[in-house]
């Protein structure tokens, strides 16, 4: 989903005595950028290194006008690993393996993010900040007074969603209306299917168009999630309930008395559209469950990768230092923040729902970014969406597939 980023000025942070300043390009702003000055505030302290950051909404294109000059920053943060992959083809970013301790580096995080980070075998960056997208919101409250468990396999899933439809209930908050953006929300649920019915390689695969959106992975997974999302029974509101219902309202039945629906899957931002007066105590989520045991339960999201343009001394002791769980903690206590790094405490997380969460995200074998965010535009925001709104519509499944292949062989240039 399209987030809106204020610009920031650079700002830098003063040190007693300065060894040199670090530049450093992303797209932080307000709270965020505030958070990473404090983060960043004690290696200042310990180093003499002061830190520049740079704050711009259009990241992509601010970045490559200044590789293109000759003058990058010393470090930049990107929202998804597609452009490091751009830039280390070419030759413009250091392979850290070269100065990191690479064993800690596999100690503290799991090998998918580890290859998510590198090209052709050498790593060009590290995960700092991510966001988890795999859950699945319910009422601990509600579940209790049915009877109902949480379940940890899709069968389970099933045989909870007709249990609830047998005791006069609804199992399902889904809504995918979003403006221009509608059907986002129902391309997450296919990728997070994907992931389980087909495995990381597939999904890879799918991502590239190195697979047709017509192959029966492809397929399979639309299905899955059209057991539940075109179901009557299983929806608030019935399919046209999912087409009309804006996603930040979708949630709001699961707490109404008694309740409208029992689960909403939705990332951990949705909280936030929870109904006024709603707290902590009202609710909490579950990883949304495997599909096939040989893949487990990944994990889907998001994450700001740190990658490194100029090899100097200043910036190698700084991309060492946020790769460190000190570094992650200080704002990690904030709340808006999860780590991918397995060696940050859960303690410091504020509240017993960023904490799951965290769990959840470090405990995940394999992590997956958002597919269509990875596509091109034209499909991952375009067919991909309006394809969904066509099939949770009524659409044949095959002819949406084959109009999202037709848009995708423009798209990918073959």
């Avoid at 066509?390 to 659409?395: C, L, N, Q, R, T």
Wanted: aromatic share 12%; glycine share 10%.
């Amino acid at each position: 989903m399209p987030v809106e980023r204020t610009v920031e000025v650079p700002v830098e942070i003063t040190v007693p005595v300065a060894r040199g300043v670090v530049t450093v390009l992303g797209v932080w702003g307000g709270e965020e950028l505030d958070h990473f000055k404090e983060a960043v505030y004690p290696f200042t302290e310990e180093t003499g290194i002061g830190m520049a950051f740079e704050g711009t909404r259009d990241l992509a294109a601010v970045l490559t006008t200044r590789v293109e000059a000759g003058n990058p920053p010393d470090l930049a943060i990107l929202p998804n690993p597609g452009q490091m992959m751009e830039l280390a083809a070419v030759g413009e970013l250091v392979d850290i393996s070269t100065f990191m301790d690479v064993d800690q580096l596999r100690s503290d995080y799991a090998q998918s993010w580890l290859d998510l980070a590198s090209y052709e075998g050498k790593l060009y960056g590290i995960f700092y900040k991510a966001a988890i997208k795999s859950l699945v919101w319910y009422r601990p409250a509600a579940f209790e007074a049915g009877g109902y468990e949480v379940p940890t396999t899709w069968d389970e899933l099933i045989a909870l969603s007709d249990q609830i439809v047998a005791d006069g209930g609804v199992p399902w908050c889904i809504g995918i209306e979003s403006g221009a953006a509608s059907g986002w929300p129902a391309t997450d649920w296919i990728e997070d299917i994907m992931l389980r019915t087909a495995g990381p390689d597939v999904y890879d695969q799918w991502v590239n168009h190195e697979i047709p959106w017509t192959d029966p992975a492809v397929k399979t997974a639309w299905e899955y999630f059209g057991q539940i999302a075109t179901n009557e029974d299983y929806v608030y509101g019935g399919t046209t309930g999912v087409l009309s219902t804006f996603f930040g309202d979708s949630p709001a039945p699961l707490f109404d008395d008694p309740p409208g629906c029992y689960m909403h899957r939705q990332a951990s931002f949705i909280t936030g559209f929870f109904p006024e007066g709603v707290t902590e105590e009202d609710y909490a989520f579950f990883p949304f469950p495997a599909i096939n045991p040989e893949f487990g339960v990944p994990a889907l999201g998001g994450a700001d990768l740190i990658v490194m343009f100029n090899d100097t001394p200043e910036a190698r002791q700084l991309m060492q230092y946020l790769a460190t769980p000190e570094a992650q903690e200080i704002w990690a206590a904030y709340g808006d923040f999860l780590s991918p790094n397995k060696r940050v405490s859960l303690d410091v997380y504020p509240d017993a729902t960023t904490r799951a969460m965290a769990e959840a995200l470090t405990s995940a074998e394999v992590f997956r970014f958002d597919a269509s965010d990875l596509m091109p535009a034209a499909v991952g925001a375009g067919s991909f969406w309006s394809g969904t709104l066509d099939y949770v519509g009524g659409a044949d499944l095959d002819a949406v597939l084959e109009e999202i292949e037709a848009s995708a062989v423009d798209a990918y240039g073959g």
